[in-house]
């Protein structure tokens, strides 16, 4: 199959006006909103709105509700106790919601049941004691209500509340295997499990104890679900309450060194014991179908169950396909739906029919919705129903159109419904039509290219996002944004950590480009980093930055920067010691990898053992491997550019040591450069406070070196 990209480079540019630059400080104060979650019969949706004050240091949090009938959009609920609510119960206004406090007091939670039109009359049904959440929940036919949630387990199975739990003379932890800790927390015993609660009758009465459906289940590995930093995404419950899937590592392999999950199913008034692999690995038609899955839910007929797997057992970011298994333990007959399709979706949501299948999907750096039908066989290529945006949510309303929630690199969330057909029937939310922090933001804010380069016959696509006031016939310097992953891209979309916008107002032209690992362009550009770091990646940034200075007459790149994080905290660093570096003025590595070797202090081995080629014990430090050809550390002789460090304590990812190693040596080499570090933050700065100071001083390093501010000096 050919890749169809469209160039459009050469967009016309007019003149952008725009209100005022969007700061710091106000991007972390504008609101941050969820996605909006229709009643099953899609008279409205219910969404949170939060938003952190830097004068009172508190953040706020609001329900609204949005009447899909008439548009309005009301305040449902004002204060942080409702933390989940789930539409179930004996008509379609009722809910059960979860509140973050237990009446108790003892670090377990609550669940009240409430009609949504009149919430003032919720009533208090259970109180469970142990912070458990990630409700789901529906009415059996016998008129109960069977839920599932997720709680830490002890190995024995009981739930675990740290609230309750005897703290040990010592905090003494020792391991035996690998994998001592994952992203911002320490492995313990204790691991996360699906467990399924009756309430009963009308009164809704808390029947006897939950049931664990996950502990126990051991071999190599102990199932863990939902698994280690996720969440409900990762189990489902039969539209009549009556079975249970959840997906787990595979327990036959040892968790450090392979991505494969596989998805079990179990009735839910069975246990542990009785859970058995819907894909167990080689066990159905696909038996190349080896790797992660993800996303198993249940049809609305309750007869079948989608999910999505992919093919390589180590390799965390290979293509998703979609799968259909029949809901029947006897024989799940799992079938492949548009095999070939060069895509990788990553959720999904059901046709009310049960015929079809929504997914969303990373598509040339947005996130589009593509129908499939249960029939697509291999070579059904999916049609996209949306275009810009990044999805934050969607959800089939009862006429089969589809509420979305998404959002932008110019509104922080849109809300719309589209048909099946790909119209969209009602734009019900704009965030930077309401919002005052985002006045003046839309579509004109952006543009993009496609660049020719030497590793790949396709051309390869950047964002451009402009500053306030942008006048083309004026010059800007240059922020070039390098992504993370590497299997990621820059997305149209949204953040409060990476706001284009944000860095633009500084006053740059911020040029974003998705070179080769970057995911939405089809598979074999995502792929093909194997074993590349340093080279392909690095060469299509060359191509890119080089587009630039030829061709945008606005962008002065002798005044440039260029920043990233994670794996474009590495490409920062391999800059630092070539021929790009020497094209900046300034360069900012957050959280990055410094030295290959220290690849395995990490956790994910799986990551590195795919990347560079296989184990470090077998491809070693010799020339020809990556774990040698690639380390940064080879060219320190050659840094020279100025240079600021963040990295954070809470990084399991990328340990501490590796930002203080490329300080040390910084300065070691006389080298222009400031150390950022926040103790409590992990592989992302996400407290307001903090955040605001890690834009402030990134800016004021950054706009000192590129001239963008008078400053006198960086600090
Ligand atoms: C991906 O690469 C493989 C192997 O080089 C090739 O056969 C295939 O056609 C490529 N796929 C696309 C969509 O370009
Ligand atoms: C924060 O949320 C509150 C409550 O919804 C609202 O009154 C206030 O205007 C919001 N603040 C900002 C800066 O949007
Ligand atoms: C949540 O629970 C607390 C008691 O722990 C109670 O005071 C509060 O009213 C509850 N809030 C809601 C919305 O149910
Ligand atoms: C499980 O283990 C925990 C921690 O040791 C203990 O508190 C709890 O009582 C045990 N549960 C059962 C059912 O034995
Ligand atoms: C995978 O993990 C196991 C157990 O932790 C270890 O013995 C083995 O060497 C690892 N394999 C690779 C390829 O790293
Ligand atoms: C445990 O895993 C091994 C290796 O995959 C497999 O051969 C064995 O059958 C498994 N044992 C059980 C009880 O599942
Ligand atoms: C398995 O699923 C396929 C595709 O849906 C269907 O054609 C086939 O009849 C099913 N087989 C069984 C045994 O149910
Ligand atoms: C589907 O994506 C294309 C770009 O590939 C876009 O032009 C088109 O508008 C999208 N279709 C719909 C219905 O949004
Ligand atoms: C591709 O371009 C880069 C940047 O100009 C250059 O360093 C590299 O050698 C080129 N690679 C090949 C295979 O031509
Ligand atoms: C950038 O463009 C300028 C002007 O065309 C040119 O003189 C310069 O050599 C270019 N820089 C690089 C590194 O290619
Ligand atoms: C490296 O480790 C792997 C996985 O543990 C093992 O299978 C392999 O034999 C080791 N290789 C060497 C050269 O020691
Ligand atoms: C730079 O200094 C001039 C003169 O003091 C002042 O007018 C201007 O606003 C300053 N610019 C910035 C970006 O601080």
Redesign the pocket.
Known sequence: MKLNLRTLAGVALATISQVSALRPEVMLSANRYGAAVPNPSGEFALFTVQNYSFETQETTAVWKRLDLRTGDISVWYEGSDISEVVFVGPNPTSIIYVNGTNEEDNGGISLYSADALSLEKAKLIASLPAPFSGLKARKTPAGDIHFLMYAKAYPNGTAYNEALASTPASTARIYDSIYVRHWDTWLTPQRNAVFGGVLRGPEMVLSGDMTNYVTGICNITCAESPYDQSDSSDYDISPDGSAVVFLTKDISLPLANYTSTQIYYVPFDGSAADAIPINPRGGTKYTEAQGASSSPRFSPSGKKIAYFQQNGIFYESDRNMLYVA?ANPE?F?V?RLAGDWDRSPGSLDWATDSEMIFVAAPDFARERIFPIP?TAGSAYEPQNITNEGVLAGFYVLPDNSILVSDSKIWSSRDIYTVTQQGEVTQTYFQANLVDPELAGLGPEIVSEFYYETNTSEIKQHAWIVYPENFDESKSYPLAFLTHGGPQGAWFNSWSTRWNYKVWADQGYVVIAPNPTASISFGQNLTDAVRGNWGSLPYWDLVHAWRYVNETLDYVDTSRGIEAGASFGGYMTNWMQGHEMGRWFKALVTHDGSTSTLNQYASEELWFMNHDFNGPFNETGLRPGSPYYDWNPLRFVESWATPHFVIHNDLDFRLPVSEGILLFNLLQTQGVPSRFLNFPDENHWVLQPENSLVWHNEIFKWINYYSGVSNATSPY
């Open positions: 029949d024989d007959n079938t249960l």
